[in-house]
């Protein structure tokens, strides 16, 4: 049907373009996302913000920083380099 093929082309897109993402920040953004829909605006943003300010004195803020602004070659080694890899507990510790 015409909804599902829309639907099948826009979650392809979405896989292409988390590929290359840091598996680190999509677990803490799923774990803030959660957080999020059971609480207030204000809490949520204060949420946003401890998480960013988390992730970004992270190494691998840094190693993407260097793949996609510096080098601009998009060959980012993160550490670690799944998501099934990551402690969700650590980025949930930080959130209201």
């Known amino acids: ?3 599902e093929d829309v ?9 292409k ?9 999509l677990v803490a953004v799923v774990e803030l996302f959660r957080r999020s829909a059971e609480t207030d605006l204000a809490t949520a943003l204060r949420n ?4 960013a300010d988390c992730l970004r004195r992270e190494e691998n803020f840094q190693e993407g920083v260097r793949a996609v602004l510096v080098d601009k070659s998009h ?5 670690p380099a799944s998501s099934a890899q990551v402690a969700a ?5 930080l959130l209201e």
């Open 1 to 3: 049907t015409p909804g």
């Open 7 to 15: 639907d099948a082309e826009f979650l392809e897109k979405i896989r």
């Open 17 to 25: 373009s988390l590929k290359n993402a840091n598996p680190t920040s």
């Open 48 to 51: 946003e913000l401890a998480l």
């Open 75 to 79: 060959d980012a080694k993160f550490n």
């Open 89 to 93: 507990e650590k980025y949930c510790d």
